[in-house]
């Protein structure tokens, strides 16, 4: 873990680049590696743990009927959640994560272990659905990383 989140570190500075997240099953996790080294904050901009609908309509402007329709589990709300963090903090880059922790909360269609992760930059944006298996901080944690691979993809691109 501490390999990519350096590899992260030296290529945010190096590009010049800063990042923000809005996060909701991670409860801040995202934020606590990218936070982890010196220097962090020549990159890392902000985070929002938006964990409740309210959240996430009040702080990142998502629109209840937007969440009553697509669900708060759905890769449209990730993308949204992406996108209001990078416009509201003025990042180059959003990451937007949610997701069904559990241990209760899923459903046939969205069982525990479903994350969406969307990261948004100036040349587009990407949001992938993975299905993660374990408990509860299992699924934080893994849903994290997943998310620091995919910055560190995106990063590598630009």
């Known amino acids: 873990m501490s390999e990519i989140i350096q590899k992260i570190h030296s290529l945010l500075i190096k590009k010049g680049l800063t990042v923000s997240v809005a996060e909701s099953c991670t409860g801040g996790i995202l934020s606590e590696f990218l936070t982890n080294a010196a220097g962090s904050s020549n990159y890392f901009t902000a985070g ?25 589990v759905s890769k449209e709300v990730a993308q949204r959640l992406a996108h209001s963090i990078r416009v509201l903090s003025r ?24 994350v969406f992760i969307a990261i948004e930059g100036k040349n587009g944006a990407l949001c992938k659905r993975f299905s993660f298996r374990g408990n509860r901080q299992a699924i934080r944690k893994r849903s994290s990383l997943e998310a620091l691979r995919l910055l560190y993809g995106n990063i590598q691109k630009i």
């Open 48 to 72: 929002i743990v938006a964990y409740s609908n309210k959240a996430k309509e009040r702080f990142l402007n998502i629109p209840h009927r937007f969440i009553s329709q697509k669900g708060a």
């Open 91 to 114: 990042t180059d880059l959003g990451i937007g994560i949610t997701g069904i922790a559990g241990p209760a909360g899923g459903s046939k269609n969205k069982p525990v272990g479903t």
